[in-house]
Nanobody, 126 residues
Framework: QVQLVESGGGLVQAGGSLRLSCAAS????????MGWFRQAPGKEREFVAA????????DYADSVKGRFTISRDNDKNTVYLQMNSLKPEDAAVYYC???????????????????WGQGTQVTVSS
């Protein structure tokens, strides 16, 4: 079992940056692949970024490649999402998710994840 708590959301101007954090409780964080997803009003939840349990492999949605970076610190049980060059279309509630796995791969499908945080709001003004 793992519990996830996101933080770091807020209001930022277009072109600005934010860093989201997701703190995980429980043991064996390094056995969990992690992902970030987002959901804007009236839209379905969409994949943003994912990282393997070791941190060696990452994957990104095309819409955020080159602007967002996912990373993790297994000693701190935390995964991060550095978001640069933010655009109004990046505004959404951002969720982190965890999947227990023996595989060292990132997972991009939301159905692969069994644990979710409560979300943190990101607002981007134009």
């Amino acid at each position: 079992q793992v519990q996830l708590v996101e933080s770091g959301g807020g209001l930022v101007q277009a072109g600005g940056s934010l860093r989201l954090s997701c703190a995980a409780s429980g043991r064996s964080f390094n056995n969990y692949a992690m992902g970030w997803f987002r959901q804007a009003p009236g839209k379905e939840r969409e994949f943003v970024a994912a990282i393997s349990k070791s941190g060696s492999t990452t994957d990104y949605a095309d819409s955020v490649k080159g602007r967002f970076t996912i990373s993790r610190d297994n000693d701190k049980n935390t995964v991060y999402l550095q978001m640069n060059s933010l655009k109004p279309e990046d505004a959404a509630v951002y969720y982190c998710a965890a999947r227990y796995t023996t595989r060292v791969v990132p997972f991009i499908d939301a159905s692969n994840y069994g644990y979710w945080g409560q979300g943190t709001q990101v607002t981007v003004s134009s």
